[in-house]
């Protein structure tokens, strides 16, 4: 039996190989001989060394470690996204470890320190934006690369996203030409989306020659957005009504907050011509498609999103990838959302 291995150096006596040739072939077997390969392999069986992989990181000048900090670990769209992210990212041999700044530029901001004294590779941070420490995230840039997801930080910031002026458009024609032109529910101040998805509504309206109708919402700060919406209705229902018949949210959490308070109210949401409401959202989440009824939205592409992300995050590492994405040199990656239309408009 072989005496008990701890460190690699153990297992390297262990195997009868150096300590390089080793390292070599646990961070990439493939890049050492075959019979040093085979050597390794029936070294680990006989011992069961399993090396932590954790450890050997934090001696590298850098890393396989990626950071990912998101401003709601609960909401399903930065789930999806960060599964994504840790896919892609495992498949090129990194770590990825996530955290959740909660709507706190203070967490967030210890969340890029905690990193930092992690020695990862990089980190890709979904910003609260106008909460967020601007100068201290610009200070953490200068040694750290960032790549910012959902919302930028700046019109500078190397960021992957969804294109909000073409995805406003795309929904607000829809909803003109199959029926009322749509108020706007709004979303309240958690990063740079709130405003603008505001003004990508404005923009679309007033290209299509209608007035942009608000619905009256109260300023705050808050990552319950279901439960936002659902008071702001309640109350607006028992006052009288939506500027218009047809409401357009700006996400779909929103949408699902709106939905529950009809209901509540007695309203029929539908684009049927007896029906009281029409409602519309935007970002596609899991749970639209089983609304009832179904939400009519449109869809981001958070599988892409994580895709170029990663990609750009390698670009700024210097990693040679074998990849046909051609990358813009001014690091800004916006995409086309598409619509999905459902019963709900």
Do not use: W
């Not at 401003?71 to 960060?82: C, I």
């Not at 309240?188 to 919402?217: C, T």
């Not at 029409?278 to 749970?287: M, V, Y």
């Not at 609304?291 to 992300?309: D, S, Y």
């Amino acid at each position: 039996m072989p005496k008990d291995i701890k460190t690699m150096e153990d297992f390297s006596e262990f195997a009868g190989l150096s300590r390089p040739t080793v390292s070599k072939y646990f961070n990439d077997p493939s890049s050492v001989r075959k019979t040093t390969r085979d050597i390794v392999e029936a070294a680990i069986r006989s011992s069961g060394y399993k090396p932590n992989i954790f450890a050997t990181n934090l001696y590298r000048r850098r890393t396989h470690i990626l950071g990912v900090i998101v401003p709601n670990s609960n909401d399903p769209f930065y789930m999806a996204l960060t599964r994504r992210i840790q896919h892609l990212a495992g498949l090129a041999g990194y770590m990825v470890f996530v955290q959740s700044s909660e709507g706190q530029a203070e967490l967030e901001e210890r969340a890029i320190e905690t990193f930092k004294s992690m020695n990862v590779a990089g980190v890709i941070i979904g910003p609260l934006g106008i909460e967020s420490h601007h100068e201290k995230l610009a200070q953490a840039a200068q040694t750290l690369p960032l790549v910012y997801i959902d919302s930028p930080l700046d019109e500078t910031s190397p960021f992957v996203g969804t294109d909000n002026r073409q995805s406003f458009r795309l929904i607000v024609e829809y909803l003109t030409r199959s029926g009322d032109a749509p108020c706007y529910f709004p979303m309240p101040q958690i990063n740079s989306n709130a405003q603008d998805r505001k003004n990508a509504y404005i923009e679309a309206m007033e290209n299509l020659g209608f007035e942009p109708l608000f619905v009256a919402v109260e300023d705050m700060t808050t990552l319950g957005l279901e439960k936002f919406a659902f008071d702001a209705t309640v109350r607006i229902l028992r006052d009288g009504s939506f500027p218009t018949k047809t409401v357009l949210c700006a996400n779909d959490r929103i949408a699902a907050g709106v939905s529950a308070a009809a209901y509540q109210a007695g309203l029929k949401i539908g684009r049927r011509q007896h029906d009281d409401l029409r409602l519309a959202g935007h970002d596609d989440q899991p749970f639209a498609r089983y609304m009832c009824p179904p939400l009519t939205t449109v869809a981001q592409n958070h599988g892409e999103i994580g895709r170029l992300a990663v990609e750009l995050m390698f670009q700024k590492l210097g990693e040679n990838r074998d990849t046909k994405t051609l990358l813009p040199t001014n690091e800004r990656i916006l995409l086309n959302a598409e619509i999905m239309l459902r019963m709900s408009a």
